[in-house]
């Protein structure tokens, strides 16, 4: 067994958008080619269910957009093991299984669960157990590969912790079986959660302030345009602040040195035009000028090979066929080492 695997994944809940891309895309890509670890990328269907269980065609629809996006960022089935969870049954049975070593309260207890909850308007009737439950579901993920390392980001600390409580009791109830998996954070706060474009701290479908992978030129102009800057920067020679500031913030995140010579050569650096606008001086269209020009070029080879894929959904359902049928096969034995522990292996 691989000392080295990491286990990540999406919701297919919608296209996905920049913050995925600095957040996690970006990494797993980097990680995925740094060839040190064995790599399993999960399509979270069934966890996408648990609150659009009357609307599955949104997230069947959705598989196969999530699929395109990672293919289009770098992602390479020939490196990494990319698959549907929905595909892989031992997932739900190892999720039966460790159901009974957690307590409703500690389930009640997970700060990213109760944060969640609170978002979500559809729940005023009540709360679908199998979103409930969905820390136990995500632990099944992580021990089915075995995986020692999950990127997550700061927010999904509290689902880690809670796989690590699992894996702990089931290993001191039924000897060591599961192996403890750690987390990996972003190393920068700033590209673990991007803002929205409209300066709200999440980015997202519902709340429509994202810039999408799959976006056209046009449309990211147009995005870029109606950005939130600085309210009170109302004149060009007003003092700007940068640090709320959605457009400096993509800025230091995506705006190379390379940008600043081919776009802006008034400007060396980040910290250069930061410093200009912060003293005043510099108006708000020539930085979101600027900031389109860096995501056009940083976009669109990701948007080229996007519409490239687009054109073989064949190729993109067998890839997930065949490397759903591989991770089956490494859950089907962590699921058998499982049932042995617990001694329900009974015909063997």
């Known amino acids: 067994m691989s000392t080295n695997i990491i286990l990540t994944g999406d919701r297919p ?46 997230v069947r629809e959705n598989v196969l957009n999530v699929a ?35 307590t409703v309260a500690r389930l009640q207890r997970n700060p990213t669960v109760k944060t969640e909850i609170e978002q979500k308007e559809k729940f005023k009737n009540g709360v679908p157990v199998g979103f409930f439950t969905y820390p136990i579901s995500q632990a099944a993920d992580i021990t089915a590969f075995n995986a ?19 894996v702990h009791k089931f290993n001191s ?18 590209e673990a959660r991007l803002p929205g474009i409209d300066g709200n701290a999440k980015m997202g479908k519902s709340l429509n302030n994202a810039i999408y992978l799959s976006d056209d030129e046009n ?41 600043f010579s081919k776009f ?17 001086g510099l108006g708000d269209v020539k930085v979101k000028k600027f900031l389109n020009e860096v995501l056009q070029e940083t976009l669109r080879p990701i948007r080229e090979r996007r519409q490239m894929f687009e054109k073989n959904p064949e190729y993109i359902m067998q890839m997930l066929k065949e490397g759903s049928a591989a991770a ?21």
Not at 90 to 99: C, G, H, Q
Not at 237 to 256: C, H, M, Q, R
Not at 264 to 275: S, V
């Open 68 to 102: 395109l996006d990672y293919l289009a960022v770098g992602l390479d089935p020939k490196k990494s093991t990319i698959f549907i969870q929905s595909q892989i049954p031992e997932l739900t049975e190892l999720t039966f299984f460790y159901s009974n070593l957690v």
């Open 13 to 58: 809940t919608g296209n996905l958008h920049i913050g995925h891309y600095v957040g996690s895309l970006r990494k797993r890509v980097e990680l995925q080619n740094s060839g040190k670890y064995e790599t399993f990328i999960m399509i979270a269907d069934a966890q996408g269910l648990t609150d659009n269980a009357e609307t599955p065609e949104k």
């Open 219 to 259: 449309t990211i102009a147009a995005k870029v345009k109606t950005m939130f800057t600085d309210p009170n920067h109302l004149r060009v020679e007003d003092p700007g602040n940068t640090t709320d500031n959605p457009v400096f913030i993509y800025l230091s995140v995506f705006a190379k040195p390379e940008h």
């Open 148 to 166: 020692t390392v999950v990127p997550v980001g700061e927010d999904q600390l509290p689902m880690i912790e809670q796989t690590r409580e699992i």
């Open 173 to 190: 109830i039924y000897g060591e079986t599961l192996v403890m998996p750690n987390a990996m954070v972003p190393e920068n706060a700033t």
């Open 264 to 280: 802006l050569p008034d400007y060396k650096n980040y910290a250069e035009l930061a410093a200009h606008y912060e003293r005043g």
């Open 328 to 348: 089956r096969r490494v859950a089907a034995k962590t699921t058998d080492r499982v049932k042995r522990a617990m001694k329900l292996n009974y015909f063997e």
